[in-house]
């Protein structure tokens, strides 16, 4: 088994929600539940600039503020790499703000833009209070929509293209987005999540819709691409591309292979949960309680365990 990345530093200085990185481009953090660190927000400069996700309702004020503290007030690209709620959720907040946007999106999740309620169910039914985590969800009108179908460019900067990818495996309407001049790769949660504060990758393999098999060939499609540097949307550039396609290989293949165990001997998907926590100082032998809370935050054992009981069903 390959080592891990690296814990890095989160580069911030006090009072900042935004932070650049070496190709422009800013990382806006969305304080998602109150919690540093979790989910970002990126902003790609240029002629046509455009923002690579939303981050959740909940969320906006902070989000506004960053986009603010980076001097940003025109947005002519608004693009999303699924339509989870973490992700997407506060699109139709962002669409009011920049009236001239266009929002990209996989066309299998277009529709759920349009018209947020059948997603908001679906949702309640994991989270108990909607409105506290994850706020209001604004509808976005459907001529402000353009639905990727296939693969290749996506929005034009301005000198420079963003790309999308097809990246299912997490869920089927993923996306990830590749910006060819710099190499920056945007992987949403198809790698799995990222966090400095604990230098893993940890999958993210929600119902209903989680498949290994997919997820292990978006991976490597991913890092046939080749790119100079890696952005999970929680939280911020991996240390080294190749080294967290690896590690995103092996978790994934490894939590599977454990819920499988328990699987087998009639377990459900609570006891799946214990069996990830029960493991928690194997998976994480030198990380602090916070950064492990930290990681709860962006996909829980509880909601792991669900989508890969939902994946074992279906599959049996």
């Known amino acids: ?25 800013v990382a806006i953090d969305t304080l998602m539940h109150g919690r540093e660190g979790i ?30 503290e980076a ?26 703000q920049f009236p001239d946007a266009v929002i990209v999106v996989r066309e299998e999740g277009a529709p759920h833009l349009i018209d947020p309620s059948r997603l908001w169910a679906s949702a309640a039914r994991l989270y108990p209070d909607m409105e506290k985590m994850w706020g209001e969800m604004i509808p976005v009108h459907q001529d402000r929509i353009r639905a990727v179908s296939e693969d290749g460019p996506v929005a034009d900067l301005g000198g420079r293209e963003l790309h999308a990818y097809y990246a299912p495996g997490h869920a089927k309407h993923h996306m990830a987005l590749f910006e060819t001049t710099n190499g920056d790769l945007f992987t949403g949660d198809a790698i799995g999540v990222y966090l400095p504060d604990a230098g ?57 292979a454990m819920a499988e165990e328990v699987f087998a001997k009639g ?16 998976f994480y032998p030198d990380l602090s309680t916070e950064a492990i809370d930290k990681l709860e935050q962006t996909t829980s054992y509880e909601l792991n365990a669900a989508g890969i009981f939902r994946y074992l069903t279906k599959r049996a």
């Open 71 to 96: 001097g940003v007030d025109r947005i002519d690209w608004i693009v999303v790499t699924h339509i989870h709620l973490d992700h997407a959720g506060a699109v139709g907040h962002l669409a009011e």
């Open 200 to 256: 893993r990758i940890r999958p993210a393999t929600p119902p209903p819709e989680f498949d290994l098999e997919v997820s292990l060939a978006t991976i490597e499609k991913l890092r046939s691409l080749k790119p100079k540097r890696v952005f999970p949307t929680h939280f911020g550039q991996v240390p080294s591309p190749d080294a967290a396609f690896d590690e995103a290989g092996e978790q994934y293949t490894r939590w599977v």
């Open 1 to 25: 088994m390959r080592a891990h990345l690296s814990t890095v530093s989160r580069g911030y200085h006090d009072n900042t929600l935004i932070q650049t990185y070496e190709s422009g481009v």
């Open 267 to 282: 377990g459900d998907q609570s006891q799946i949960a214990e069996a990830f926590r029960a493991k928690r100082q194997e």
């Open 39 to 68: 989910t970002a927000v990126y902003y790609l400069p240029g002629e046509h600039p455009a923002l690579i996700e939303t981050g959740p309702g909940s969320s906006i004020e902070a989000t506004r503020q960053g986009l603010a």
